[in-house]
Structures are given as structure tokens and as C-alpha cells.
């Protein structure tokens, strides 16, 4: 969270529901030797793909526009018009006819069927590496039929990983915070969604304001805060059983919960008084350990990927900035040391880069640097942005935008984009209503 300048006003959390059964899957190994593409080269030079519709009919032609959606969305993918294809869907899924894939451009080619089992569908696709006629991938997915588009994200993680050799990430959710209202009186909800904007859905009903919801490594269980009757309290929300338990009762402020990797812990900061420190909560027990102590705002804990550090920002200082520290607390080292303030650090799944908003005058920026502080980049910048959370494969950022408004409040909102960590393709995440402290989750399946 970002500091106030008059260290007073602390953030406050959400809440989450929707599960979507594991799909079943039979892969065939890929033949050894197939071309993988250097993911930063492909930045600036898109891979040409063809994505046919999956034969069969049905559903054939939806999974087909969201793999193509998915892909394109990346920025690492230029998929092919469907008028430019000389051979048939039907006939590809067959045998590919490689030289009418050739001539249109095409380095990678998605053939498929669709198969109804009685309310399952099986999908089988392969994906082609055009030039030297080669099969690189054969898979085959099955699931429910109301279950196609995440057989369709599933397929598009394999493509993904098998073009770039890093894992993909289309087959997982995003939960944030809803708002509607007037700006001074603004209702927030829980909503949930898929990575792109599909089966959103309202999971809390505003009679009570929830902020900061973040996914337990599992993705089933969500800890947030609620903020009702002047009492904010930090719950965990169980996704399958749709049960809600206060994770524990603090008599001030509690702010940013996070789990750790293992989904053992919360780390929380709690409030007393002008100071605000760190504290990790065991989930079972629900027994309470101080990691930070003396004057000072230590606010946004987030565990390294392996569980052994926690990076979070402060004004111990005097100006608010980032220090990583040990796990069980001690050993707080600064990390950043450019101009402005930093807030709201996450530490990526990858481990090698810190995300982070700093503010410099008057300018919000989203940034990452290595876990030492060193090599700084803002990826983007803006009137005001803030909460960064990073996709599973650790390649991809989603936060949100705010726009000015007037001196009543008329032109405000709030929306959800994305970038990826080499400062491309940033685009807006299109949501129902304004949206906020967004949360990535880990893979689905």
C-alpha cells in the first residue's frame, strides 16, 4: 500500500468464490529436437500462427477464438485472419496441407476436434511448427462441456509454453475490487474473472466494503479484508465450501494479508497507535509472531518465492521505501534508492524481480527490480496506478489506473491493465464496473 504523506488513512481488503473442476488430460510426448523461440525476440517480432477451428463442429469455433484471443492478447503471438486460410478447418485437422499454411505466412499451425461425449467434451489438438512439417505437440483435453473455455486456456498454455519454453498463464483468475458510486461514497465488492475478462461475477452483495483480496498458493482459499461497521478484520474464504473465518481479532488496524508460499502463513501489518508493524499468523493455529518492532510504518509484506524473505515498504526512514528482511524477521536491508516513494512491492513467482508503484513528483510509475534493488525499471506511468500483481509465469503484471476527476468527483474511474516485465504491450483488462487491487492466481489445473 502507499503511505500516506500524514501517515494516516491505511488501506483496508476483499474477499472470493468460483472453482472450475481440474481438467482431465492425456498428453503425447513431443518429438525431440522441435524449435523453441527466445521469448524476448518474440517481443518485437510477433510469431506468425494459424488457428483454424477445431473440427467437429460444436464448440469447435468458440475454442479456437479464445486460443487466438489468448495468444494475440500476449503480444508474442500475430495470429493469422481466418480469411487468409486456403485449406479447411475439417481437412486440416486431417493431415495439414503445410504449403498452404507456407504461403500465407504461417510459422505455427493449431489444428484440432471437437468430440461431445454426452456432456463432456474431448478435445484433441496439435500444434504444427509449419517450415519443417513437424508435429511439436499432441494433446488431448476432457472435461465437462460447460468447461470448453478452460479447456480452450489450457490449450493455449501449452502452445505458449511449447513456442516460448516459458510457462503460460491464460488458465488461471483474477480477483479484485468492484466499485460503483460517487467518488466520496463508493460501494466495493468482491468480483472474481477469468485472466481475460470472462465469467466475471459479483461475489459479495456491498452491504459491507471488502479491500485486498490475494489467493492462497492453492487457489482455492482467498484471505482479504472486510472493513464493516468501523471494524476492519482480515477473513479467509474457502472457494470450494464458500465458508468465510475471521483469520484473527486485532484491536486496531490490520492492513495488506498476504499468505506465504506454503499457504501455512499470513503475513499481515498491524496497526497501533502512528506505528504500524509486521506480523505473520500461523493459518491453523492462528498463533501470532512480531517480525518488525520500533518507530515507523512497515506496511505491504510479501515472501520470496522460496519462503525465506519478506520484502515490504516503510518510512522508518523517514520516506517511505523498500527493505527486504528474513523470514523471521531481522536483517531489514533498503533496497530502493531512486527518486520518489515506493509502495506496494510483490515479489515475482520467478524470484529473480521485485514489483513495486513509486511515486515521483506527482507521477505514479509501475516498475520491477532485482531483489538487491539494482537494475530499476518503471514499465509504465500515469496521473495515479498502484497494486501490481504478477501473473504465474512471472512475466506479466496486472494493476490498476485512476483518472482525475473534478472537484465533485465527475469523471473518476478506475480500471484494471496489463503489462509484461519488458515494458510492452500494455493494454486494459475491460471490467463491468471500476476495479481496483487486483490479484493474480496461481495456475488453475
Do not use: K
Not at 503489462?419 to 483488462?429: K, L, P, S, T, W
Request: net charge positive; glycine share 12%; hydrophobic share 40%.
Amino acid at each position: 500500500m502507499t503511505l500516506p504523506t500524514n501517515r494516516r488513512g491505511l488501506i483496508l481488503g476483499g474477499a472470493a468464490l468460483l472453482t472450475v473442476p481440474a481438467l482431465a488430460r492425456a498428453q503425447a510426448p513431443a518429438p525431440s529436437g522441435g524449435a523453441v523461440i527466445d521469448i524476448t525476440r518474440a517481443r518485437t517480432d510477433p510469431i506468425p500462427i494459424a488457428i483454424p477451428a477445431m473440427a467437429g463442429g460444436g464448440r469447435g469455433t468458440d475454442i479456437a477464438r479464445v486460443i487466438t484471443a489468448n495468444l494475440r492478447n500476449s503480444g508474442l503471438f500475430r495470429p493469422i485472419e481466418n480469411a487468409a486460410f486456403i485449406q479447411s478447418a475439417e481437412a486440416a485437422a486431417a493431415t495439414p496441407r503445410f504449403q498452404d499454411w507456407r504461403v500465407i505466412g504461417a510459422n505455427a499451425l493449431v489444428t484440432g476436434r471437437v468430440l461431445d461425449q454426452g456432456g463432456n467434451l474431448r478435445v484433441e489438438f496439435r500444434l504444427w511448427d509449419v517450415l519443417p512439417e513437424q508435429q511439436l505437440q499432441g494433446t488431448a483435453f476432457t472435461a465437462a462441456a460447460a468447461n470448453w473455455r478452460q479447456i480452450a486456456h489450457q490449450i493455449s498454455d501449452v502452445i505458449y509454453e511449447r513456442l516460448l519454453g516459458e510457462r503460460g498463464y491464460f488458465d488461471t483468475r483474477i480477483v479484485y475490487v468492484a466499485e460503483s458510486g460517487p467518488r466520496d461514497r463508493r460501494t466495493r465488492r468482491l468480483a472474481i474473472m477469468d485472466q481475460d475478462g470472462e465469467n466475471n461475477r459479483f461475489l459479495t452483495d456491498g452491504s459491507f466494503q471488502v479491500l485486498s483480496p490475494r489467493f492462497h498458493p492453492n487457489a482455492r482459499q482467498i484471505v482479504f479484508m472486510s472493513y464493516n461497521q468501523n471494524n476492519p478484520r482480515v477473513f479467509l474464504f474457502d472457494l470450494n465450501s464458500g465458508r468465510q473465518e475471521v483469520l484473527g481479532n486485532f484491536p486496531g488496524m490490520t492492513l495488506s494479508p498476504r499468505f506465504s508460499p506454503d499457504g501455512r502463513t499470513v503475513v499481515l501489518s498491524y496497526a497501533r497507535g502512528s506505528d504500524a508493524n509486521i506480523f505473520a499468523v500461523d493459518v491453523g493455529s492462528r498463533g501470532q509472531r512480531q517480525l518488525t518492532s520500533g518507530g515507523g510504518l512497515d506496511v505491504s509484506p510479501c515472501y520470496s518465492p522460496d519462503g525465506s524473505q519478506i520484502v515490504f515498504n516503510s518510512d522508518r526512514g523517514g520516506d517511505q521505501q523498500l527493505y527486504v528482511m528474513d523470514a523471521g524477521g531481522g536483517g531489514a536491508r533498503r533496497i530502493s534508492f531512486g527518486r520518489g516513494r515506493y509502495a506496494t512491492p510483490v515479489w515475482s513467482p520467478r524470484g529473480d524481480l521485485i514489483a513495486f508503484t513509486r511515486i515521483s513528483g506527482g507521477q505514479f510509475g509501475i516498475g520491477v527490480m532485482r531483489p538487491d534493488g539494482s537494475g530499476e525499471r518503471i514499465l509504465s506511468e500515469g496521473w495515479q496506478m498502484e497494486g501490481p500483481t504478477f501473473a504465474p509465469n512471472g512475466r506479466v503484471l496486472a494493476f490498476y489506473r485512476e483518472s482525475r476527476a473534478g472537484a465533485r468527483g465527475a469523471g473518476y474511474s478506475a480500471r484494471l491493465a496489463q503489462i509484461d516485465v519488458a515494458g510492452f504491450n500494455e493494454r486494459q483488462m475491460l471490467t463491468p464496473t471500476d476495479a481496483t487491487d487486483p490479484s493474480w492466481s496461481p495456475l488453475l489445473a
